[in-house]
Structure formats: structure tokens, C-alpha cells
């Protein structure tokens, strides 16, 4: 994450107040079409203003820097599964993140590191942001099976998520 997304996560501020929605384990060919679905509904709420960045939260939470991003850039990567492969950020526990100025939404998108691994199975995206955002998205991509769950909930590290205490101990 950014350092300022890091502070909003702490905080429990947008786009981390509200929901997540993540899909499962994807082939290419259906990441790209749920990604050009999902670029299509956020272009109209944020058409300019965003950033990107290399999403290592899942991986070390080892912070990242933002950098100017552009919609023509998910455009040109949505047209093929040979050009969607441009999604990959270089490291298998790391997901291109995109997010616009007041920080409303957050859009993170993973595909494995080699080309034409078997690999490419376990493509797969999430959006944050608010209820009503989620819930059209989720209606948008129908019949594709995704997650949801309050933002809160999802971006407790899965290291934090599966230990529990021994209660006998």
C-alpha cells in the first residue's frame, strides 16, 4: 500500500470504511472481461485523477509508491489475454493496485509472474470502496462468483486471520 492508504486502513477511512468484493481464482480470458467490466462502472465515478502502485499488503505490507496512471492503460490490457498479461507486477504475492485522488475506491488486480504458466489459473481481482459501488459491480459481473465482505474484514492479513488463540492454554 501507499503510505497514505496505510494510514486510511488504520484509520478506518474510504475507501477502507466500506466494502470489498473479490473475485475467485480466475483464468485470464475472465479476469480481463470482469476487469473491463468493473474499469467501464469506475471510469464514470473517477474519469481522471488516479494512481497506481505495486500492492505487496498480502505479501510483507512493505509500503509502495504511487505513480500517474491513465484508464487508456487498462483499455489496451483488457483487448487480448496476450496483452493482459501486462497486469503482472513481477512478484507472485503482488497485485497492481489503482485507486483515483479522493481515494473513493480500490481496485487491485493479480496475475502470476510467468507467461503461459499454469499459473494463469489464479488470476483474480478485488474492488473496495462504498456499499452501493460493490453492489452495483457485484450485479454488473452476474453470474460470476465473487466474495464480499466488510473492507474491515478482508484486509486483515491472512497470517492475523487463520491464528486464534489456544483458549486451553
Given at each position: 500500500?501507499?503510505?497514505?492508504?496505510?494510514?486510511?486502513?488504520?484509520?478506518?477511512?474510504a475507501?477502507?470504511?466500506?466494502?470489498?468484493?473479490?473475485?475467485?481464482?480466475?483464468?485470464?480470458?475472465p479476469?480481463?472481461?470482469?476487469?473491463?467490466?468493473?474499469?467501464?462502472?469506475?471510469?464514470?465515478?473517477?474519469?481522471?485523477?488516479?494512481?497506481?502502485?505495486?500492492?505487496?499488503?498480502?505479501?510483507?505490507?512493505?509500503?509502495?509508491?504511487?505513480?500517474?496512471?491513465?484508464?487508456?492503460?487498462?483499455?489496451?490490457?483488457?483487448?487480448?489475454?496476450?496483452?493482459?498479461?501486462?497486469?503482472?507486477?513481477?512478484?507472485?504475492?503482488?497485485?497492481?493496485?489503482?485507486?483515483?485522488?479522493?481515494?473513493?475506491?480500490?481496485?487491485?488486480?493479480?496475475?502470476?509472474?510467468?507467461?503461459?504458466?499454469?499459473?494463469?489459473?489464479?488470476?483474480?481481482?478485488?474492488?473496495?470502496?462504498?456499499?452501493?459501488?460493490?453492489?452495483?459491480?457485484?450485479?454488473?459481473?452476474?453470474?460470476?462468483?465473487?466474495?464480499?465482505?466488510?473492507?474491515?474484514?478482508?484486509?486483515?492479513?491472512?497470517?492475523?486471520?487463520?491464528?486464534?488463540?489456544d483458549?486451553?492454554?
Amino acid at each position: 500500500m501507499t503510505p497514505e492508504l496505510t494510514v486510511r486502513l488504520d484509520k478506518g477511512e474510504a475507501p477502507f470504511d466500506g466494502w470489498t468484493v473479490a473475485s475467485e481464482e480466475l483464468r485470464l480470458t475472465p479476469l480481463r472481461q470482469a476487469v473491463s467490466t468493473v474499469a467501464a462502472r469506475l471510469r464514470t465515478t473517477s474519469p481522471s485523477g488516479l494512481s497506481r502502485f505495486k500492492d505487496w499488503f498480502f505479501h510483507d505490507e512493505c509500503p509502495s509508491r504511487e505513480s500517474p496512471f491513465d484508464w487508456s492503460e487498462i483499455d489496451r490490457k483488457v483487448e487480448s489475454d496476450e496483452a493482459a498479461t501486462g497486469f503482472c507486477v513481477g512478484d507472485d504475492l503482488c497485485s497492481l493496485a489503482i485507486f483515483p485522488a479522493d481515494c473513493t475506491w480500490l481496485l487491485r488486480i493479480f496475475v502470476p509472474e510467468e507467461p503461459g504458466d499454469p499459473r494463469y489459473e489464479t488470476c483474480r481481482f478485488d474492488l473496495t470502496g462504498s456499499l452501493s459501488l460493490v453492489q452495483a459491480i457485484t450485479q454488473d459481473l452476474a453470474p460470476l462468483t465473487l466474495g464480499f465482505e466488510p473492507a474491515t474484514r478482508f484486509f486483515i492479513p491472512s497470517w492475523e486471520r487463520e491464528w486464534k488463540p489456544d483458549p486451553s492454554a
